[in-house]
């Protein structure tokens, strides 16, 4: 914000502050953040500085900056459904414009206001031409990389959202099977998968004292774990998330993500890859958790990001490697996306 709109806000009227005076004008313009620590320029939590810090080094404060901006409201082409340009033209009124990485994404321009445009009335998305999917969602699911006719398995579905994605790019051929710890957080795929088309989807919700998921044990080509973490990549969404974490938080994500891994590793044939996801920027989520379980299971071998990129047929995404282990790494300052992790071991 501006010197001058922050100034307009303050009118005085309902619960508006009070007009300012000449001299809250005056500090307000000539203030300057030069020398403040890096948390205070990038605005994130102290007790995160060194986190960034480790993941971004002098680019910390960008990082941070760019985590604090407007998000804007991406959309993915079902490709069940429509061709991206069928969904341009079909929004085109929207001013959408393809999005740079993914090629089945849309981003549509925000009002002057700052705020996204309402879908809720447009055909295109009631008939499921198109579901709103960020793009770095996008790429994540496209570098798992699945084909048709293999056999899927999407160990923290949620809403759905890549189950679909992997659901396109599989042609509704092959089978993925969506299943969750939560059994709540399924409701929401059941009206989403008539909509999309889908047919090559099968949900497996929890089931108490049953193993719902036994006759996948070693049978799978691909395994998706999108784990349940901080969402540190999605503060453009949730500003006020990154001040109600808490340090306990991070260190009971990470407990709830080498189990998932370790659980995940029972359902992944010979040769079968294990894509694990999160919307985190920070390497204790990420490459730490990889390198953990790395260090006792020989029987796994990470995928290395030239490879993960190639596989999807996007091989330029490959100079989004991180420098601190094997994956990818999305950020808003470097690909304009939310924050994303995709890393991948092999069955060996």
Not at 204 to 232: F, I, M, Q, S, W
């Amino acid at each position: 914000e501006t010197p001058e709109t922050i100034a307009a806000l303050c009118t005085g009227e309902g619960f508006a502050p009070s007009p300012l005076t000449d001299e809250e004008k005056e500090r307000l313009s000539s203030a300057s953040l030069d020398g403040a620590p890096d948390h205070v320029r990038g605005n994130f939590p102290e007790w995160l500085a060194g986190s960034f810090a480790a993941v971004f080094g002098d680019a910390a404060v960008a990082e941070g900056e760019a985590l604090a901006t407007r998000a804007p409201l991406d959309l993915r082409v079902n490709t069940l459904k429509a061709t991206r340009d069928k969904a341009l033209a079909a929004l085109a009124h929207l001013n959408a414009a393809p999005t740079v990485l993914s090629p089945i994404g849309l981003r549509l321009a925000s009002s002057p206001d700052g705020r996204n445009p309402s879908l809720a009335g447009e055909p295109a998305y009631a008939k499921g031409l198109v579901e709103i999917q960020d793009e770095g969602s996008q790429l994540a699911a496209m570098l798992c990389a699945a084909r048709p006719g293999e056999q899927v398995l999407d160990l923290c579905a949620g809403g759905g959202g890549k189950s679909l994605a992997l659901a396109a790019t599989m042609e509704n051929h092959g089978q993925i099977y969506a299943t969750d710890r939560d059994s709540a957080r399924l409701a929401g795929i059941y009206p989403r998968l008539e909509k999309a088309a889908t047919r090559n989807i099968q949900l497996r919700p929890p089931r108490h004292g049953k193993d719902v998921l036994a006759d996948l044990e070693g049978r799978c080509d691909l395994v998706l774990v999108d784990a349940p973490c901080t969402g540190t990549g999605t503060w453009r969404r949730n500003p006020d998330a990154k001040w109600r974490m808490r340090p306990g938080a991070l260190e009971q994500r990470n407990k709830e993500q080498d189990e998932l891994i370790a659980t995940a590793t029972r359902f992944v044939k010979a040769g079968g890859r294990l894509i694990y996801v999160t919307c985190s920027i920070l390497r204790e989520e990420n490459e730490n958790r990889l390198a953990r379980f790395l260090e006792s299971h020989d029987d796994f071998a990470p995928i290395g990001a030239v490879e993960l990129a190639a596989a999807a047929g996007l091989p330029e995404l490959a100079c989004f490697a991180s420098r601190h282990g094997p994956g990818l790494r999305f950020t808003p300052a470097t690909a304009g996306t939310d924050g994303f992790f995709v890393g991948g071991l092999r069955r060996v």
